[in-house]
């Protein structure tokens, strides 16, 4: 058994020590005592506790996966959150300070992937455990939106029924303004006289759409979420911001940084989570890779009153980014690409006349290496905000301006 220090926390939110040892669930400079394997202590022992550290606000934390910072005072969690921004932009040579933090409350993530498991007694739903690949029940979950935790009795039904005792049945929930949207995936398949049951029973649980192994088995009536002045019926599956908090915080700082703009491109742009409230303030050309996504965001904008002109291209701008030539008639452009960052596009933007970007993006790694392209090209970085969508884990959602 070995005594330590924590000197730091690493990206995904682990104590780090000496050697490396990577120690779970610790804050710098707490001492911990355990067993090391390889460079991992799996059950440290607290010595001398930090001052930032609390109890834990959720009753399952201590093996629940979902989370890993809720042993840490909030404050500590948000100047950390600012710190992983600001040391991945400096590992690029650039030096600048985080401006504002915006922390989404608890109990506000619409959406999450939940996971059945068929037992001898009947199902467990939730999350998997800490490191291990057991269902954790979580009826107590401080992250999901109350109408996902109502939900878990009627997933646990649909386990019982539909999973198979040694594979797992994967739910992904979104609360939408007019109920929820289910997609089921990994159950058994469903005849015709199990459907007209399926859609019987979620439909008396608020769940207005129910796709089961990739195909629509029942639809009340489609699920919608407000877009600016505009209500989107999202495909099943799309991607979306996690809480409405953390997309009203991200909608908020591009509107304010796109002001005097007639003409904005927005890349990346989904199902028009940002194009529908740009489009208030300016035209906007929406370029998104998956079709069905711009297509719903195109229904939404002809649906809606009030907004500038919206053009959609459904374009993958991993393969094909917009071209210098192409992108000159835009005043401003926006990106929110994945994990992955934008970096073929960057490059193209850096040899176009845009003189102004308006950068989201969810991986501060990336981020930090499509800022030092832009910033080399010339433009500097003018703002700097961070959105904690995922409050208590070690996930940083970026938004930035640069300017040339």
Same mark, same amino acid.
């Given at each position: 058994?070995?005594e330590?220090?924590?000197?730091?926390?690493?990206?995904?939110?682990?104590?780090?020590?000496?050697?490396p040892?990577?120690v779970?669930?610790?804050?710098?400079?707490?001492?911990?005592k355990?067993?090391?394997?390889?460079?991992?202590?799996p059950?440290?022992?607290?010595?001398?506790p930090s001052? /930032?550290?609390?109890?834990a606000? =959720?009753?399952?934390?201590?093996?629940?996966g979902?989370?890993?910072l809720q042993h840490?005072?909030?404050?500590?969690?948000?100047n950390?959150k600012?710190?992983?921004?600001?040391s991945?932009?400096?590992? #690029?040579?650039?030096e600048?300070?985080?401006?504002?933090i /915006?922390?989404?409350?608890?109990?506000? #993530?619409?959406?999450?992937?939940?996971?059945?498991?068929?037992?001898k007694?009947?199902?467990?739903?939730?999350?998997h455990?800490?490191?291990?690949?057991?269902?954790?029940?979580v009826?107590?979950?401080?992250i999901?939106?109350?109408?996902?935790?109502?939900?878990?009795?009627?997933?646990? *039904?649909?386990?019982?029924?539909?999973?198979?005792?040694?594979?797992? $049945?994967?739910?992904t929930a979104?609360?939408?303004?007019?109920?929820?949207?289910?997609?089921?995936?990994?159950?058994?398949?469903?005849?015709? *006289?199990?459907?007209?049951? !399926?859609? *019987?029973?979620?439909?008396?649980?608020? $769940?207005?759409?129910?796709?089961?192994?990739?195909?629509?088995?029942a639809?009340?009536?489609?699920p919608?979420?407000?877009?600016?002045?505009?209500?989107?019926s999202?495909?099943?599956?799309?991607?979306?911001?996690?809480?409405?908090?953390?997309?009203?915080?991200?909608?908020?700082?591009?509107i304010?940084?796109?002001?005097?703009?007639?003409?904005?491109?927005?890349?990346?742009?989904g =199902?028009?989570?940002?194009?529908?409230p740009?489009?208030a303030?300016?035209?906007?050309?929406?370029?998104?890779g998956?079709?069905?996504?711009?297509?719903?965001?195109?229904?939404?904008?002809?649906?809606? @009153?009030?907004?500038? @002109?919206v053009?959609?291209?459904?374009?993958?701008?991993f393969?094909?980014?917009?071209?210098?030539?192409?992108?000159?008639?835009?005043?401003?452009?926006?990106?929110?690409?994945? #994990?992955?960052?934008?970096?073929?596009?960057?490059?193209?933007?850096?040899e176009?006349?845009?003189?102004?970007?308006?950068?989201?993006s969810?991986?501060?790694v990336?981020?930090?290496r499509?800022?030092?392209t832009?910033?080399?090209?010339?433009?500097?970085?003018?703002? !700097?905000e961070v959105?904690d969508q995922? #409050?208590?884990?070690?996930?940083?959602?970026v938004?930035?301006?640069?300017t040339?």
């Open positions: 058994m070995a330590v220090t924590i000197e730091r926390l690493g990206h995904k939110g682990d104590g780090i020590a000496a050697g040892i990577f779970p669930r610790t804050l710098p400079g707490e001492v911990v355990g067993d090391i394997d390889g460079q991992l202590m059950k440290p022992a607290i010595q001398t001052d /930032h550290r609390i109890k606000p =959720c009753s399952h934390y201590n093996s629940c979902g989370c890993s840490a005072h909030d404050d500590f969690v948000s950390w600012k710190e992983v921004v600001q991945a932009l400096a590992s #690029r040579g650039i600048r300070a985080v401006d504002a /915006h922390t989404s409350p608890a109990q506000s #993530r619409r959406r999450a992937k939940l996971t059945g498991k068929r037992t007694s009947g199902a467990l739903v939730g999350f455990g800490r490191a291990s690949h057991t269902v954790l029940a009826p107590n979950c401080k999901l939106h109350p109408d996902l935790l109502s939900l878990i009795p009627v997933l646990e *039904q649909l386990t019982v029924e539909y999973g198979s005792r040694k594979g797992e $049945v994967e739910f979104t609360v939408t303004n007019t109920g929820i949207d289910l997609d089921v995936a990994g159950a058994k398949p469903a005849g015709p *006289q199990e459907q007209a049951a !399926l859609a *019987q029973l979620t439909v008396r649980h608020g $769940v207005v759409r129910l796709t089961w192994n990739g195909e629509l088995l639809m009340e009536t489609p919608q979420l407000t877009m600016g002045k505009a209500a989107v999202p495909p099943s599956g799309a991607f979306l911001q996690a809480t409405e908090h953390g997309q009203l915080a991200l909608e908020a700082f591009i304010n940084n796109i002001v005097g703009a007639a003409k904005v491109a927005d890349l990346f742009a =199902c028009g989570t940002f194009s529908l740009m489009a303030h300016a035209a906007v050309h929406a370029v998104e998956e079709a069905d996504m711009i297509d719903a965001l195109a229904k939404g904008w002809r649906m809606a @009153s009030g907004l500038h @002109s053009t959609t291209e459904a374009r993958d701008l393969r094909r980014p917009l071209m210098p030539d192409e992108l000159r008639k835009f005043d401003v452009v926006v990106l929110d690409p994945p #994990r992955a960052g934008a970096e073929a596009q960057v490059q193209e933007i850096i176009s006349e845009v003189r102004k970007v308006v950068m989201i969810c991986s501060p990336t981020f930090a499509d800022v030092e832009l910033t080399k090209a010339g433009f500097s970085l003018e703002k !700097l959105v995922f #409050r208590w884990s070690h996930h940083v959602e938004a930035s301006v640069l040339r």
